[in-house]
């Protein structure tokens, strides 16, 4: 295998204990580039995103995460390369903490129980803060950051660990349009930087701008491969079996996602 490909799925499977999963997964994901998952609601997106996380069992194939292999438990694989935004985060507006002792809350991994943060570590927030353009709101009240900082925020929290494998689950819902601008230039950056990047998502704007590959996913993988290649009503269709669907330029259009 290619020592410098960041995840490997072989004909992997996450399957939860209640026997809810998703299989059939065979892709690579290599430094400096974003792969779109696509696919219905309740695909199996977020429960192969968790599966990466160590979070879901992985139950059949294999998978390697940087150069460890997963053999029926994925939480030998080395996650702390990992970094992830989930879907929906709960957390109190008025609790009094700043917005860069969130993202500080990133470095806890690396300093343990008994370290305070150094140098290395204030850096470390520091440039996630400006990789997500909130350099300027550093010191304000997490709380009382619009709805999209806070989203930000909290991807700058992720990058705070320095993970090499970024997932994001569905990070643009709710975004304003600066907000969801700045999320796109910070993947685009990201990408220069080395950063792979998953990401659960429903707009083709984003596969198609800051993408690399897309996977159409339906509790198994039905597609996978270039943007141009993969994302083609035919696959698409494919993917949604059993529901209408519309593609153009800008949108994928079915009945449980209008307007995304």
Request: aromatic residues 4%; proline residues 5%; negative net charge.
């Amino acid at each position: 295998m290619n020592s410098g490909v960041v995840l490997t799925l072989e004909d992997a499977a996450f399957t939860h204990p209640g026997g809810d999963g998703v299989s059939e997964l065979d892709f690579t994901v290599s430094p400096g580039e974003a792969v779109a998952l696509i696919g219905p609601n309740g695909a199996g997106k977020s429960t192969l995103l968790r599966g990466v996380l160590g979070l879901v069992p992985l139950t059949g194939g294999r998978m390697r995460l940087g150069g460890e292999l997963a053999d029926g438990d994925a939480t030998h694989a080395d996650h702390g390369m990992v970094g992830f935004l989930p879907q929906t985060m709960e957390f109190d507006v008025d609790f009094p903490i700043s917005l860069e002792q969130v993202v500080m809350q990133g470095r806890y991994r690396r300093l343990g129980l008994l370290r305070w943060p150094g140098r290395a570590d204030r850096d470390a927030v520091r440039t996630a803060l400006d990789t997500v353009g909130l350099t300027e709101q550093a010191g304000k009240r997490f709380g009382s950051l619009s709805g999209g900082q806070r989203q930000r925020g909290l991807l700058a929290r992720a990058l705070a660990a320095d993970p090499r494998l970024l997932l994001l689950d569905e990070p643009f819902n709710g975004l304003d349009q600066p907000n969801r601008d700045a999320l796109v230039d910070t993947v685009r950056r990201l990408k220069q930087s080395g950063v792979a990047v998953l990401v659960s998502t429903h707009d083709l704007d984003l596969a198609q701008q800051v993408c690399d590959s897309v996977l159409l996913l339906n509790k198994r993988q039905t597609a996978f491969g270039p943007v141009q290649d993969a994302l083609t009503l035919a696959n698409v269709r494919d993917c949604f079996e059993g529901v209408e669907v519309e593609i153009d330029e800008h949108t994928l259009v079915v009945p449980d996602h209008e307007g995304h």
